[in-house]
Nanobody, 123 residues
């Protein structure tokens, strides 16, 4: 199983970005998927997660109302639409999958990880 995250970049505060995570090696329809981020000097933290069919989503409090996680199982791809970006959103963003249908917040419950994509938000 391989996860390839992309879509990061350098943007200004208030801008939007859409991250994509393409999964190969397995059909993701039965897998919970998540996005996490890690800022310099900090631990990796949960951002958002989605269940296998997309019917259930979870968000970290600071991104609620600004970020949206969604998936296209036909394309084996999960997305993170980020709007109203803030400098504190600056981090490397990772996508991950876990061998369970449900969404989850716990980093340790995810089995497969992508390589990360850098998001930098300038003030």
């Amino acid at each position: 199983v391989q996860l390839q995250a992309s879509g990061g970049g350098l943007v200004q505060a208030g801008d939007s970005l859409r991250l994509s995570c393409v999964v190969s090696g397995v059909a993701i329809s039965g897998y919970g998927m998540g996005w996490f981020r890690q800022a310099p000097g900090k631990e990796r933290e949960f951002v958002a997660a989605i269940s296998g069919t997309g019917g259930s989503t979870l968000y970290e409090d600071s991104v609620k109302g600004r970020f949206t996680i969604f998936r296209d199982n036909a394309k084996n791809t999960v997305y993170l639409q980020m709007t109203s970006l803030k400098p504190e959103d600056t981090a490397v963003y990772y996508c991950a999958s876990r061998v369970t249908f449900f969404a989850g917040r716990d980093t340790s419950s995810y089995n497969y990880w992508g390589q990360g994509t850098q998001v930098t938000v300038s003030s």
